[in-house]
């Protein structure tokens, strides 16, 4: 999954949507949880419009973010367990720094 087509969701007016075209040639529409900086990276976190098979509709991707020559954005799943769960944690930790701040 290389390609991302950024349009807006018309039931969700605020949320983007990322196309990824998988390794079969199908595209799979995901929404931006967000985005997270970690250790000199920044990581999407996306969840599948449509669950994926084998995916509960909780769950969500990591996908680490990266620039082309041409200057477009890369998306490249994460599929290393102890980076997920970092990024995961990093966005638990800024969820709850917000929340407080409110």
């Known amino acids: ?3 991302q087509n950024e349009t807006m969701d018309p039931m969700q007016e605020n949320d983007d949507i990322v196309t990824q075209t ?3 040639g199908e595209e799979i529409d995901f929404v931006e949880i967000a985005g997270i900086a970690y250790k000199g ?3 999407a976190i996306l969840q ?3 669950l994926l098979p084998g995916m509960n509709d909780d ?3 990591v996908f680490e973010i990266s620039r082309t020559e041409e200057g477009n954005d890369r998306f490249d799943i994460v599929l ?3 980076l997920i769960d970092a990024v995961f944690a990093e966005y638990d930790k800024l969820y709850h720094e917000a929340m407080d701040s409110e």
């Open 22 to 24: 998988s390794a079969t």
């Open 59 to 61: 769950e969500a991707l």
């Open 1 to 3: 999954m290389n390609e």
């Open 80 to 82: 290393d367990e102890a």
């Open 48 to 50: 599948p419009v449509q």
């Open 41 to 43: 990276h920044f990581y």
